[in-house]
């Protein structure tokens, strides 16, 4: 492993650097189910995703993560990645199954040991470790009871935060309670391309609330532990109409109350969306809602995690299932498209870079009591391929991280508060229903021999990150 190696070609311009305030952080992200491996080792028990990995069809090449990156036996190797990067934190996750192997009880001590030696690690490395505590891997055994559907996980949440907290507390001083809940309540139970694989309407309304139930009781309990920041990792998009027609913008504001308003209204308005029973017609009854829900869900928090990466264009379109018995709640009249006019990264996903710009400013003067912004992902899959030289040079992905952090500036300098920016991700991995196939890292995994590859863009960033560092200094 070495981190030397040609740099990218903009690495030697220190101009096309974007400018940061003094005390901005910069930091690289992952997620323990998409890296970690050891998926039957330490006490770890099944999570959605083991399950769902084992069901035919459901993943790219019947893809699992269960050895992932090999992390779980490796992080000290990326711990040394890491520290070469220059990076000020990093932002891992739990795996809640290694915690409690069923999802509820006392904690696994071995599943809190190896958490134990990877916060040690970095701390020695001069890194400050950023936990958060549900990127996706549910126990099997509470999704055998309801998983979100039920409010029983969201209070299973909270007895799994305080066992957390209780233990890494003392050194781990910024917490994240959820990643991307759209993620699991609505690619997880309504659209079925995420475990548990369902496909439901009110299943996966009442799963979008009761994570946010579990984010408010998880609050509570950090809280109480002395827990020194906590927030919540949201994925809100900007969202464009196709046309100026009365049609397509009855569109956005249905996409705009499934994406975004079902989670940012509770957490910063004070109540549930405006224009949801015109999303969601009779499916929007709002019965797993108890009185106090609101409060709980609207704790006070000390930042906000943004997870982007491109806009979505959305047309209207006629509703797909009449019958409120077997539509899902993502059939809301909506299709999305994507721009044709631009480069996209190999998702699909249209790289307009000014769109970050416009949806952290928009967020910002929608909503005037969210907190300080951190930007918890940002990247692009790019079609890596290692050169004759030995390298990757991945010149798409500096291009993206480059304009996406110049974006980023020019919101601050617009007057958005932003504390700190995570790369996504540190290394290639597991990428869901992708299997393999997708490549987020900066760091090239030969998932033959799992050797780590610093990628041109690992040395654009780690350049870019000790220009800002002189700047503070001078």
Known sequence: MTANGPAASASSESSSFPTFPPGFYFGAATASYQIEGGHDEGGRGPSI??????????????????????????????????????????????AWPRIQPTGSGKANEEGLDFYDRLVDELLAAGIAPAATLYHWDLPQALEDLGGWRVRGTAERFAEYAALVVDRLGDRVTRWMTLNEPFCSAFVGYAIGRH???????????????????????????????????????LNPDLLLPASGSEADLGAVRRAETLHNAVWLDPLFAGRYPEHEAET??????????????????????????????RPITVRDVPLRDPDPATRTAVDIRVEETWRDDVRHTTMGWPVVPETFTRLLTELTERYPTVPPLVITENGSAEADE?????????????????????????????????????????????????????????VRVDYDTLERLPKDSYRWYRDMIANHKTQEIS
């Not at 050895?67 to 996750?93: I, K, N, P, T």
């Not at 548990?196 to 950090?222: K, N, Q, S």
């Not at 798409?396 to 958005?416: M, N, P, Q, S, T």
């Open 49 to 94: 995703w083991d399950t769902y990995c084992r069901e035919p069809g459901r993943v790219a090449n019947g893809a699992t993560g269960d050895v992932a990156c090999d992390h779980y036996h490796r992080y000290r190797e990326d711990v040394a990645l890491l520290r070469d990067l220059g990076v000020d934190s990093y932002r891992f996750s739990v």
């Open 280 to 309: 969601w017609g009779e499916l929007a009854d709002g019965s797993w809602r108890l009185d106090g829900d609101l409060e709980i869900i609207g704790a006070p928090l000390d930042f906000l995690g943004i997870n982007y990466y």
């Open 195 to 233: 475990a548990p694989g369902a496909r439901e309407g009110r299943g996966a309304l009442a799963a979008a609330h009761h994570l946010l139930v579990g984010h408010g009781l998880a609050v509570r309990a950090l809280r109480a532990a002395g827990a020194d920041e906590v927030g919540i990792v």
């Open 386 to 442: 290692v050169a004759a030289d030995g390298q990757v040079h991945d010149a798409d992905r500096v291009d993206y991280l480059r304009d996406h952090l110049h974006a980023l500036a020019a919101a601050i300098e617009a007057g958005v508060e932003v504390q700190g920016y995570y790369v996504w991700s540190l290394m290639d991995n597991f990428e869901w229903a992708f299997g393999y196939d997708k490549r987020f890292g900066i």
